[in-house]
């Protein structure tokens, strides 16, 4: 039984450019989360993705974007990147009635020059 | 703006020592849920507390959510090399989002 998978697992870019990261939930999954880790800091809620729509929204500005595909599986896309956007960048996935357990993937380390 | 406090956020000891970390929250939230993370990986559930005043004990472990649902705890009994990671306290709302504290980096020395 696969759980939550992440990639690609390391990524390099530079200011300015576009990144998409991807994920698959685990088994049974429907709902998928994104979250950003900075160095040293704990992860903080990007958006949430439910019947391939954005139903919750953390503060980030509009150049993250997602997308939720029919297999609910999920894309992050991020904008014009920003040296402060270098991250570990996790995708956590759950059953989307109500609160449920949520399961974190490894996450895709981005750095971004 | 964070909304959990965790301390200590490092805390260094020797194995078979005890220790105590500590979650407060300015918010009440539905449930809180304790993490341990370990450096490249994602963070993995250790337990959930719904309850005010519920205390729950895995092996070692014991987490305590206090009777506001507003604080909890986590203690570690006789702490093992293994016991060394990252732990998260997560106050979760509606639809399973998570808000995290910054963690308590623990390091358990044999």
């Known amino acids: 039984d696969a759980g939550v998978t992440q990639s690609p697992t390391h990524l390099i870019k530079t200011r300015g450019q576009q990144v998409t990261l991807r994920c698959s939930p685990k088994?049974?999954?429907?709902?998928v989360s994104w979250y950003q880790q900075a160095l040293g800091q704990g992860p903080q809620f990007i958006f949430q993705?439910?019947?391939?729509?954005e139903r919750q929204r953390g503060n980030f500005p509009d150049r993250f974007s997602g997308h939720q595909f029919p297999n609910y599986s999920s894309e992050l896309n991020v904008n014009a990147l920003l040296l402060g956007d270098s991250a570990l960048y996790l995708c956590?996935?759950?059953w989307g009635q109500g609160e449920s357990s949520s399961s974190f993937g490894s996450g895709t380390q981005l750095s971004v020059l | 703006t964070q909304l959990l406090e965790q301390s200590p956020q490092f805390l260094s000891i020797q194995e078979g020592e005890n220790l105590t970390v500590y979650c407060n929250s300015s918010?009440?939230?539905?449930?809180l849920q304790w993490y341990r993370q370990e450096p490249g990986e994602g963070p993995v559930l250790l337990v959930t507390?719904?309850?005010?005043?519920e205390v729950k004990k895995l092996k070692r472990l014991t987490f305590q959510f206090g009777d506001a649902r507003k604080d909890s705890s986590l203690h570690i009994t006789a702490a093992q090399p293994g016991d060394t990671g990252l732990y998260l306290c997560?106050?979760?709302?509606?639809?399973?989002?998570?808000?995290f504290g910054k963690g308590t980096m623990l390091l358990v020395s044999p």
């Open positions: 507390v719904v309850t005010g005043g």
């Open positions: 956590a996935s759950s």
């Open positions: 997560a106050g979760a709302r509606g639809y399973s989002t998570l808000t």
């Open positions: 993705y439910y019947e391939e729509e």
């Open positions: 088994s049974g999954h429907d709902t």
């Open positions: 918010s009440v939230f539905s449930s």
